[in-house]
C-alpha cells in the first residue's frame, strides 16, 4: 500500500500563487503515475492534474494555471498553482495509479492523505 501526505495549502488573494507537495512512502516502486485532486464544500471530489510516464495532463478548470510535477526522489509531487481564483478554494490531495494513466483513466491506488487546505479570498 501506498501512503500519501500533502502539504503546502493556505489562505491567498486572488491572482496569487501557492506550490503543494506531495510526498507517499510504502510500495512506492509501484508507482506509474501522480495526480492531484480537490474537493471544495458541498461537490465531489475532483481529478485536475495526472503525471505519468513524464506526460502531464490538466481539467479543462485548472490547464493553463496549474503545473505538476514530480520531485527528486520521485516518490514526491508538486502542484504549482498561479493565477489562482476564489472558485480554486478546496482540499487538496494526492494519489498515486499502478499503470500510466491519462485524466480520463486515472485510478488512485494509494490510501488519502488528510489533504491540505486551500483558499482564495480577498
Known amino acids: 500500500q501506498v501512503q500519501l501526505a500533502e502539504s503546502g495549502g493556505g489562505l491567498v488573494q486572488p491572482g496569487g500563487s501557492l506550490r503543494l507537495s506531495c510526498t507517499a512512502s510504502?510500495?512506492?516502486?509501484?508507482?506509474?503515475?501522480m495526480a492531484w485532486y480537490r474537493q471544495a464544500p458541498g461537490k465531489e471530489r475532483e481529478l485536475v492534474a495526472i503525471?505519468?510516464?513524464?506526460?502531464?495532463d490538466y481539467a479543462d478548470s485548472v490547464k493553463g494555471r496549474f503545473t505538476i510535477s514530480r520531485g527528486n526522489p520521485k516518490n514526491t509531487m508538486y502542484l504549482q498553482m498561479n493565477s489562482l481564483k476564489p472558485e480554486d478554494t478546496a482540499v487538496y490531495y494526492c494519489?498515486?495509479?499502478?499503470?500510466?494513466?491519462?485524466?480520463?483513466?486515472?485510478?488512485?491506488?494509494?490510501?488519502w492523505g488528510q489533504g491540505t487546505q486551500v483558499t482564495v479570498s480577498s
Open positions: 494519489n498515486v495509479g499502478l499503470i500510466e494513466s491519462s485524466i480520463t483513466n486515472f485510478v488512485p491506488f494509494g490510501s
Open positions: 510504502g510500495s512506492i516502486f509501484r508507482i506509474n503515475a
Open positions: 503525471i505519468s510516464s513524464g506526460s502531464t
